[in-house]
């Protein structure tokens, strides 16, 4: 037989950088295998518990009616698109239209590649902070466009200069951050606001973690700003504020073209998403949100309890997470190896994230606390 002709492969697929959380979690697990002392893993980025019982159960009834494993409707459940709408009214002070201005997406992460095909043609820039979450890299290459950088200020609360940034097709904004884990700085909405509107940029606020504050914030949403449904869309995913990551349901909502184009593009690639578990969403944002405020206050307690024991205490706002920078010397790697403590290092968030880790607040009390145990002698003896 003849050899079969090489199959070629799409530049879009070589375009793709590395998959930093899955390569994470290989080195965790290579780490974990080397015979030495066990690893805690403090890498992850996946909610320790899960949603409250009554969105199981909303799960398992549903499932159990037999008419409810067919296609599901392409654009979802309107009660459903309802029920996000409400959330936005009642929480965050933002009206939308649920007909118009709410998709509902598998997971944002899918969102998050499936808007960069949706807003930029091949080679126009897409603008994402740095540091910033590694996944919004990915949408950027398989679309082809010229990825810039927006640096981050430490200084300015995390916040970019819009001033100083060139026109593009569409910028990422992400408050309360992953990794810096701070909340919306004072303005920073607004420049975008601002920076879009003399651009045609397009804003895409990722605001996975808005629930997740702490010190009496409020959570704060992108669409509350004047002219912020003129020029954007904001992501919001019940990964984070129910616990419910690998359920793969969350939201983009605001701008309704933007809204529209990300609906041609999934009517093509999908088919709605199963019923039931948009049943299950739909308890859960209508239910009772005391876990909501269990989680948030949980979360809240790790960060002091972490931060007052590390020699440079570092600035925590939000989300499950804190990021610090690390005295000269020592690094994610040798926290693996030597101390046995499983960080994820700045460097997979961008070029400015080099010499950073980003600590979870998303395990148990016993890990974080023999975390802890670990990470303060590993911190001040590289300090001494
Ligand atoms: C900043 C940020 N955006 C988006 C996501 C994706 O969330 P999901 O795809 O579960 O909705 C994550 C998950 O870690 C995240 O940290």
Redesign the pocket.
């Known amino acids: 037989m003849p050899p079969r002709p090489e199959r070629s492969r799409p530049d879009r697929l070589a375009r793709l950088p590395q998959q930093y959380f899955a390569a994470l979690l290989r080195r965790i697990a290579a780490a974990a295998a080397d015979g030495g002392a066990p690893v805690l893993d403090l890498g992850r980025?996946n909610p320790e518990v899960g949603p409250p019982p009554h969105v199981a159960a909303a799960l398992r009834e549903a499932s159990a009616r037999p008419d409810v494993h067919g296609y599901a409707p392409f654009r979802g459940l309107p009660a459903l698109r309802e029920a996000i709408a409400d959330r936005y009214r009642d929480l965050y002070r933002v009206e939308l239209d649920p007909e118009r201005e709410v998709a509902i997406v598998p997971?944002?992460?899918?969102a998050?590649v499936e808007l960069a095909l949706a807003l930029a043609e091949r080679g126009d820039r897409i603008l994402l902070p740095d540091p910033g979450?590694p996944?919004y890299y990915s949408g950027v290459a398989l679309a082809g466009a010229e990825l810039v950088l927006l640096p981050l200020d430490p200084a300015a609360g995390w916040a970019p200069d819009f001033d100083a940034t060139p026109p593009a097709a569409a910028a990422f904004v992400?408050y309360p951050t992953?990794p810096c884990a701070v909340a919306a700085p004072a303005g920073v909405y607004a420049a975008a606001v601002a920076y879009a509107q003399r651009s045609g940029a397009a804003i895409v606020a990722?605001a996975?973690?808005i629930d997740l504050v702490f010190d009496g914030r409020a959570p704060e949403s992108f669409l509350a700003t004047p002219g912020a449904k003129d020029v954007g869309v904001e992501?919001w995913?019940m990964?984070k504020t129910y616990g419910m990551?690998g359920w793969r349901i969350?939201f983009v909502v605001g701008n309704a073209e933007i809204v529209e184009r990300l609906n041609v593009l999934s009517d093509h690639s999908r088919v709605g998403i199963f019923r039931p578990l948009q049943d299950a969403a739909i308890a859960a944002l209508r239910g009772p949100e005391d876990s909501v405020e269990e989680r948030r206050a949980t979360y809240e307690r790790r960060r002091d309890r972490l931060v007052a024991a590390l020699p440079e205490p570092p600035v925590c706002e939000g989300t499950f997470y804190v990021w610090l920078r690390l005295p000269a010397g020592l690094d994610a790697d040798r926290l693996l190896t030597e101390h046995r403590v499983a960080v994820a290092p700045g460097e997979g968030f961008g070029p400015s994230g080099e010499g950073w880790i980003r600590i979870s607040l998303a395990v148990t009390d016993e890990t974080l606390d023999l975390g802890i145990e670990r990470l303060a002698p590993a911190l001040a003896a590289a300090y001494a």
Do not use: E, R
Request: net charge negative.
């Open positions: 980025g997971g944002t992460k899918t998050i979450y996944d992400n992953n990722d996975a973690y992501l995913t990964s990551a969350g």
